[in-house]
Every structure is written in C-alpha cells, then in structure tokens.
C-alpha cells in the first residue's frame, strides 16, 4: 500500500534498487520522487542536444 505524505516532508527513506539499500528520496506535493543519493542530470536530453548542435555549428560555420 502506498503511503502518504504531507505537503511538508521533504523527504523519506526507503529501498533503492539502484544502490541496494536503503537511502533518502525526495518528496514534492505529497508525491515520493528520486534516490538523493543519484547525481540528477544537469541538462535535460533536449538541452543538451541543442547544446551539441550549438557547439558543431561553432566549430563549422555555415557559408552563407
């Protein structure tokens, strides 16, 4: 059964598959969201596509 949070937790603890034991997960609007222990992604997946894209424009500039 799932459980509940109040708007004011911040976080719990709870088994994580990826470290395989137990650590601290964020919790935001009553919701349990990702390990705390895990680095998050600086830039999302479209970000850093743009990015990519930006950086071999620079490196060959278009002739016209």
Aim: glycine share 4%; hydrophobic share 20%; proline share 3%.
């Amino acid at each position: 059964m799932a459980e509940h949070f109040t708007r004011a937790t911040e976080s719990t603890l709870k088994w994580c598959g990826r470290c395989h034991r137990h650590t601290k997960h964020a919790v935001s609007d009553g919701r349990e969201g990702r390990c705390l222990e895990h680095d998050a992604p600086r830039e999302t997946r479209k970000q850093q596509q743009a990015r990519e894209k930006r950086e071999r424009e620079s490196r060959e500039p278009k002739l016209f």
